[in-house]
């Protein structure tokens, strides 16, 4: 249920008001009823009538939420120079105990309409559009709590065993919190919008700044406490980051064109998230206090042993004395103790490991081109990632760490004595030795791809019935590039090449018909 009001009010036509207040009401019920039976007397049919009655069983599940929210929004121009915004959210969620249930979440923006000054106008014509604006402000998210965090609740067991007979039992899984809150998601935005030449050519561009603070997260308690322990508000991750945008759009004799480019960029960091800092035996690591998300560790490695002497030579312990021989990949012994290992598994004591960067993709960027002549009309989306790490899984790279798993052609680039430089070490069977996660394993996972494709005609008609009749195909994503572990090709070093190719192609046929 929803309930709003607006008020416009004009002040000798310079100064505009609105004002907009309101409620909101929405509620969420599940009822589940379920039943089983096993050893049916017959199959001929099915009845609950007749099965074994020490299999029968039945439950119920009820789930319910609720939210209630008072909202209101106030904006204010002079002339259409001066623009300002407030809003005011007042938010109550059931998933919170009543003494926390309720919460205020303010924003603000402003603007300035630079277009519309006299000395812009004067002093540069072809500028359509000028805008400057800023905002700040906060909400609350409370999709990531549990339905009845704040009530300890029961749970039913019947695994219990008691003179041979099953035992029905009731226990609590979880500790109640009834401090748990909202999570809150901040945001800060400068930007600009510009428009040239009759808003022919149009630029936009956002720096913006965002923290989720009152994250939710399971403090580390040891284990002796018997039961588990809720989550609290102890988290905080900042974004920071960037947008631009740019479109030239035009018409020529008999048809307009339009060309799109946008691209973006974001960084983050977990501020605090629990003391978590484990970074374990290297690979990607979801979440690492202090540092981005998905950060990758490893080890860095220098090439394969050629013989036995550069491993007695080089006089490091790798992983627990493993059978390592020509062929295997070389680890380097970074923090001189001797031995390839994750010393305390921290990012204060990492050993041998390394930061090797995030597998968060970077500078998303987007084309869009489209042109219309003579009821002709196409269209085309290029999408891509300028810059992305990723580790592929060992059980993916090793063709013999299990007698599943298949080599691929690109395997035959293996370590021998006559290839002393392939792209893979030698191989034996039931180890991850030299797969170990590693800079050798670090893949490129920038791309450029046609996502979409599309070339129709508006079929020129007398408008009785039909007011408009289009054809057109369609393609869907269509081609990609990129540089990853792809086909072997022997001319290419390493193995490794830039692929080009079709994936999961979609290409269609349609009509569009108006009447």
């Known amino acids: 249920m929803q309930a709003y009001l607006n008020y416009d009010l004009n002040l000798n036509e310079d100064h505009h008001f609105k004002i907009m207040g309101g409620w909101q009401f929405e509620e969420y019920r599940q009822d589940e009823m379920s039943a089983s039976a096993t050893s049916m007397i017959t199959n001929d049919f099915f009845s609950f009538n007749y099965a074994d009655l020490l299999t029968k069983t039945n439950g119920d599940d009820i ?10 929004r106030f904006n204010y121009d002079y002339k259409d120079k001066y623009l300002f915004e407030a809003n005011l959210r007042y938010d109550g969620s059931s998933r919170l105990s009543p003494e926390s249930r309720w919460s205020a979440f303010p924003s603000f923006s402003a603007g300035w309409n630079l277009a519309k000054e006299a000395f812009i106008k004067n002093a540069l014509p072809f500028v359509s559009t000028l805008k400057l604006r800023a905002s700040w402000g906060r909400l609350g998210n409370g999709s990531v709590l549990g339905l009845y965090d704040y009530i300890p609740l029961l749970s039913v067991g019947t ?13 609590q899984n979880e500790l109640a919190s009834s401090t748990k809150t909202w999570e809150i998601v901040q945001t800060s935005n400068i930007g600009l919008d510009l428009g040239l030449l009759s808003n022919r050519l149009n630029i936009t561009a956002d720096y913006y700044i965002k923290k989720n603070k ?17 989550a609290i508000n102890v988290g905080e991750l900042k974004t920071w980051g960037w947008e631009f945008n740019a479109q030239w759009k035009d ?57 036995a002497d550069d491993y007695a030579n080089y006089g490091v312990q790798s992983f627990n004395n493993a059978n390592v021989g020509p062929g295997d990949v070389k680890y380097l012994d ?16 990492p050993g041998d490991l390394v930061y090797l960067g995030t597998a968060n993709g ?10 219309n002549w003579k009821g002709f009309d196409f269209s085309a989306f290029f999408q891509g990632v300028g810059q992305r790490k990723f580790l592929i899984d060992a059980s993916t790279m090793n063709p013999l760490n299990a007698t599943s798993n298949m080599p ?15 792209y893979f070490p030698r191989e034996y069977q039931g180890s991850n030795f030299n797969f170990e996660p590693s800079d050798k394993w670090l893949q490129n996972g920038a791309y450029i791809r046609l996502k979409n494709v599309q070339l129709g005609y508006s079929v020129p008609l007398k408008k009785s ?8 195909v369609s393609g869907q994503d269509l081609w990609e590039h990129t540089k990853v572990l792809s086909v072997f090709d022997p001319e290419v070093p390493n193995g490794v090449q830039a692929a080009a190719y079709p994936f999961y192609r979609v290409v269609a046929f349609g009509l569009n018909m108006t009447f």
């Not at 695994?159 to 226990?171: E, V």
């Not at 997260?217 to 018997?226: D, F, R, S, V, Y």
């Not at 923090?335 to 204060?348: F, L, M, Q, S, V």
């Open 63 to 72: 789930q319910t939420w609720a939210m209630g929210s008072y909202f209101g």
């Open 159 to 171: 695994n219990l065993d008691f003179n041979d007979q099953k035992t029905q039992y009731l226990y």
């Open 214 to 230: 009152n994250m939710l997260t399971q403090l580390p308690l040891p284990a002796i406490i018997g039961i588990d322990v809720p």
């Open 251 to 307: 018409n020529f004799r008999n048809g307009s064109y339009q060309i799109g480019f946008n691209i973006s960029n974001d960084q983050n960091k977990l501020i605090k998230y629990s003391g978590q800092n484990s970074i374990g035996t290297g690979g990607t690591i979801d979440l690492l206090q202090g540092y981005a998300l998905n950060t990758i560790w490893g080890y860095k490695t220098d090439g394969y042993y050629q013989n």
């Open 334 to 349: 970074l923090d001189g103790n001797k031995k390839i290992d994750a010393g305390g598994g921290t990012p204060e004591d």
């Open 362 to 371: 970077h500078y998303l960027y987007g084309l869009n081109l489209g042109v």
């Open 408 to 422: 691929w052609s690109i395997m035959m680039d293996r370590w021998t004595p006559d290839n002393r430089n392939a």
């Open 465 to 472: 019935i039909v007011q408009r009749l289009r054809v057109y």
